[in-house]
C-alpha cells in the first residue's frame, strides 16, 4: 500500500494539466484530514526551494478557503477538532511569517 508514502509527499499543485495525477494521489492517499493537510503545506512553505514555497503557498491558499467552517473550528480548538490544532496553527502561523520576513529580506536587499 502507498498511502504511507503518498502521505509524506507534498501537494502537487491543482491545474488542469496534473488533474489526472491529482485524482490518482487523492484516490491512494484518501481524505486527508485539515490539521494533516495543513502540516504538510506548512513544510512546503519551509522548503529552501522557492518553486516549492511558491505552489505550498498557492495550495495553503486554497485549502483554506475551501472550508472556512472548519478552518474556524481549528482556529478556535472547537471539541472535537483534532487535539493537535493549536500545534499545527501556531506552526502555520510561524511558518507564514518567516515566508513574509524572508521576502521582506529579499526585496529590500
Avoid: W
Avoid at 516549492?52 to 486554497?62: F, H, I, K, P
Amino acid at each position: 500500500c502507498m498511502k504511507g508514502h503518498l502521505a509524506r509527499l507534498p501537494m502537487l499543485p491543482a491545474c488542469h494539466r496534473l488533474a489526472l495525477a491529482n485524482a490518482a494521489v487523492s484516490q491512494e492517499r484518501g481524505e486527508v484530514p485539515l490539521p494533516s493537510l495543513l502540516l504538510t503545506l506548512t513544510d512546503g512553505a519551509e522548503d529552501e526551494s522557492q518553486a516549492v514555497r511558491a505552489t505550498a503557498l498557492g495550495e495553503l491558499r486554497r485549502a483554506l478557503r475551501a472550508d472556512p467552517p472548519a478552518v474556524s473550528a481549528l482556529i478556535a480548538g472547537v471539541e472535537g477538532t483534532d487535539a493537535v490544532a493549536p500545534a499545527v496553527v501556531g506552526r502555520l502561523v510561524a511558518a507564514l511569517l518567516r515566508c513574509c520576513a524572508g521576502e521582506n529580506r529579499t526585496v529590500l536587499s
